[in-house]
């Protein structure tokens, strides 16, 4: 009988480090990987910019509030999105200063020296996707289409 239980051991053994090795919660493969979610406001109108290979990207800036009135603070993202051609492009080239919106994103730290010889550190993130939550206030009182309320 021993035999038969030793026999069985390397299935055992080898069966307990897949279910150990796999992930219960995902069918994808295991990435190494950050994500972002942020609700927040646009800084500005997104921008079309050539990267330095020559592909375009849109840049645009989020700032997401927390506190109250008095204790307000505003964190400011940077988000890049490499969107083709269409009309997904042309919807978020489109979007106004003062939209709130909620992206997801890739997260990653890129670090750099400076003029000065010092390491300096950003946070990049890539879109993934963009939601509008609601546009800003645009009336007859406002036409600069800054938000009125917050």
Known sequence: MSAFLASLRPGLRASSTAALSARSFSNSAAHNAAKMMITGRLAAEPELV?????????????????????NRTISWFRVNSFVNEGPQ???????????LVFVEGDA??????DNEG???STLSILQRSIEVLKR???????????????
């Open 50 to 70: 050539a990267t330095s290979s020559g592909k375009e990207m849109i840049k645009y800036a989020v700032g997401s509030s927390y506190g109250s009135r008095e």
């Open 89 to 99: 492009r042309d919807y978020l080239l489109g979007l106004p200063k003062g939209t």
């Open 136 to 150: 800003p206030y645009s009336g007859p009182d406002n036409e600069s289409g800054e938000s009125q309320q917050e």
């Open 118 to 120: 010092r390491r300096q």
């Open 108 to 113: 990653s730290m890129r670090q750099w020296e």
